[in-house]
Each structure stands twice: as structure tokens, then as C-alpha cells.
């Protein structure tokens, strides 16, 4: 679920908790895919680095490893750690002395007596190390909420694009870092049906879908992202607090509730094997 927002809350709230400097001792594997399935060989790997920085790219959260001993035994001297939270991981920054909870499929101990905890009770998250991040995230469209990222690109990312737009939105390779609650989002604000075919837009329309992907990003992120219900698998910051941007969805997961803004009953509908909310009058069907 974790999207652009949430994943950069997530940045966002372990630099502020200060995990930049902080020296990895020894690394607990407790799902070796995790961690590409070679467990003995990621804890190594990792053991003596610092966390130089940590950055973001689409929905990936990325540890910059500094190894200050020069790359003495432990490979090259810098190295990239590549999480992805996929459906239920979550980065939890604590003391060692904190109870576990036992979804803790990674569990990084540092040297001042803390633990990052990748908890993720669905196991599909990864936490990949690479000496050339471009191998993963090289295949990502732009950022969002880059200031390259204009119009003029969103437009020529859609072009020549036949399928709906919820699917085309979802695709990593045109945008990085959208999902299915932001592009619902999106698509309601742009006053877009969510199967409009990608390449029928005008020029204004793109002109108002460029504005909506970028104002729900900003929403998100002003709100820290999304908590939806109580579950283990429920978004939660490092520090263990929700995100409150699910207050002021307008369409995901309002299915029959009225639209915020014409009174409409929201539909659901699947598209692309994703649930896709919309208002049938905010955002009409094109016409055949």
C-alpha cells in the first residue's frame, strides 16, 4: 500500500529521528527473501556500515552505506540498500530493548543500542543491496513532484498510450511513485473517468491531471500519508504514529458514501485487478 507519501513520511520521520551517522553491528535476517535469499551474505555485507543517507525514489526508500574503513573486507566502500514496502512493510527505528512484535522479517542493530525493524507481516517487501542502484530503479518514470516534471511530460508519458489511464497511471515506467489511492485521487480531482483511454486527453486535460496528481502527492505528504483501519498490515510512521491523510480521501474506499462534492453515491468498479473508485457524475464516462 505504502505510496510517494507515505514512503516519503517514512524517509521524513527516520531522518528527523536521527538514523543518518548511525553504524549497523550486525544485521537479523528472519525471512532470507528479504534480503534476495542469501541471509549469511546480507549480514556481512552490511555489518560496520553507516548510514551515510537516506533518499527516495518512486516508492523505494534508499540507504546510502558507507563503509569508513575504505570497502577493508566488507566489498566496495560505497554501497546502496534498496527497500521497497510493498503491500505491509513498515520501518520501525526503536531501542533494542523494545518488544518484537514477530512480523520482524529484517532487524538491523546499530552501534547506539537501536534497531531499524522491517516489519512486514505479508513477507513481500524487499531490502536489496546493490553497488549500482541504476540496475533497480533505472526503469522508473519521473518524480511527481520534480520541478522537471511538467505537463509537457505527463502528456508525452500518456502519449501513444491506448489502455485506461487508472492502469497507465499505476505503471511505474510513466510515474513513479503513484498507487491506487492516489491515482483514485488523481483521476477525481481532473474530473477524469478512471477508463478514459490514456491517449484522449486534450491539452487541458492533461493540463488538469498534471495539477491533481501533484495537489493529492502534496495532500498526502502535508497529512503524512495514509492509516487506513487497525490491521498488522495498517501504514504506521517509524515512530509508530498514523498517518491522517485518510480523512480527506474523496474517493478510495467511499464505496456508496455520498461524492464531497456533488452528493453522488461513489462507485467501485475493478480495473486492471485493482479496486478503482470514482463518482459516476464528477467523472463521466467518455462518450463511445
Known amino acids: 500500500m505504502p505510496e510517494l507519501p507515505e514512503v516519503q513520511s517514512t524517509i521524513d520521520n527516520l531522518i528527523a529521528s536521527g538514523i543518518i551517522g548511525e553504524q549497523i553491528v550486525a544485521a537479523e535476517v528472519g525471512w532470507p527473501r528479504t534480503v534476495g535469499g542469501d541471509s549469511p551474505a546480507f549480514a556481512a555485507a552490511v555489518r560496520g556500515r553507516r548510514i551515510a543517507a537516506l533518499t527516495r525514489r518512486g516508492k523505494y526508500v534508499i540507504f546510502a552505506l558507507h563503509d569508513d574503513a575504505g570497502g577493508g ?47 512486514d507481516p505479508r513477507k513481500f517487501g524487499r531490502f536489496l543491496l546493490s553497488t549500482d542502484p541504476a540496475l ?22 500518456l502519449g501513444g498510450r491506448r489502455r485506461a489511464l487508472k492502469p497507465a ?45 501533484q495537489r493529492v502527492l502534496r495532500q498526502g505528504l502535508a497529512n503524512l500519508g495514509v492509516s487506513l483501519g487497525n490491521g498488522h498490515s495498517n501504514f504506521r510512521l517509524p515512530n509508530g504514529a498514523s498517518g491522517g491523510n485518510q480523512e480527506a480521501l474523496r ?38
Not at 521497497?84 to 529484517?106: D, K
Not at 533497480?136 to 508519458?157: H, N, S
Request: with cysteine.
Open 73 to 119: 573486507g566488507h566489498g566496495p566502500a560505497q554501497s546502496w540498500a534498496i527497500c521497497h514496502l510493498r503491500m505491509s512493510g513498515r520501518l520501525h527505528l526503536v531501542a533494542a530493548s523494545e518488544p518484537r512484535g514477530g512480523y520482524e522479517r529484517l532487524v538491523l542493530q546499530c552501534a547506539t543500542g537501536r534497531e531499524l525493524r522491517f516489519v
Open 136 to 157: 533497480i530503479l533505472g526503469k522508473l518514470g519521473p518524480e511527481p513532484l520534480a520541478q522537471d516534471f511538467t505537463a509537457e511530460v505527463l502528456r508525452a508519458a
Open 169 to 213: 497511471l499505476l505503471d511505474q515506467g510513466v510515474i513513479a511513485g503513484l498507487g491506487n489511492i492516489y491515482v483514485d485521487e488523481a483521476l477525481f480531482c481532473a474530473r477524469l473517468h478512471p477508463l478514459r483511454r490514456a491517449d484522449s486527453l486534450a491539452a487541458a486535460e492533461v493540463e488538469l491531471l498534471h495539477d491533481a496528481i
Open 251 to 288: 474517493v478510495f474506499r467511499r464505496t456508496g458514501l455520498p461524492c464531497r462534492q456533488c452528493a453522488t453515491p461513489i462507485q467501485r468498479i475493478v480495473v486492471a485487478q485493482r479496486s478503482t473508485h470514482f463518482c459516476p457524475r464528477c467523472q463521466p464516462a467518455a462518450e463511445s
